[in-house]
């Protein structure tokens, strides 16, 4: 069975860190564009950092640009969001998806969700930025 599973959300001040986790099990992460997207309260679900398997190819969204950073470890089949400056905008919860490198690119699949329907989705992890 293909899964993903999220980890580190919770609660924090502004201006705070959190890490996030994304565990994949039954499948490889290798061959798959990875995304971290998230969602508010009211809001659509905004795909806020996407890479391939490469060290370059990676896309922030505007809104967190300069404050989250996307990485993974494929040798522990893991992918991570460090999200920094934490803001109450932030509050969201926070899911991880992954998609076959065939189907989607990294830019696509952030700006468009192009082929996210094809893809493992996490349960999500909520974050909770507040004073």
């Known amino acids: 069975q293909l899964q993903l599973v999220e980890s580190g959300g919770g609660s924090v001040q502004p201006g705070g860190s959190l890490r996030l986790s994304c565990v994949a099990s039954g499948f490889t992460l290798d061959d798959y564009t990875i995304g971290w997207f998230r969602q508010a309260p009211g809001k659509e679900r905004e795909g806020i950092s996407c890479?391939?398997?490469?060290?370059?190819?990676?896309y922030y969204a505007g809104s967190v640009k300069g404050r989250f950073t996307i990485s993974r470890d494929n040798a522990m089949n893991t992918v991570y969001l460090q999200m920094d400056q934490l803001q109450p905008e932030d509050t969201a919860t926070y899911y991880c998806l992954a998609v076959q490198t065939v189907i989607t690119t990294w830019l696509n699949l952030c700006t468009s969700h192009l082929g996210a329907e094809y893809g493992v989705w996490g349960l999500g992890t909520q974050v909770t930025v507040s004073s």
């Open positions: 890479t391939d398997n490469t060290d370059y190819n990676v």
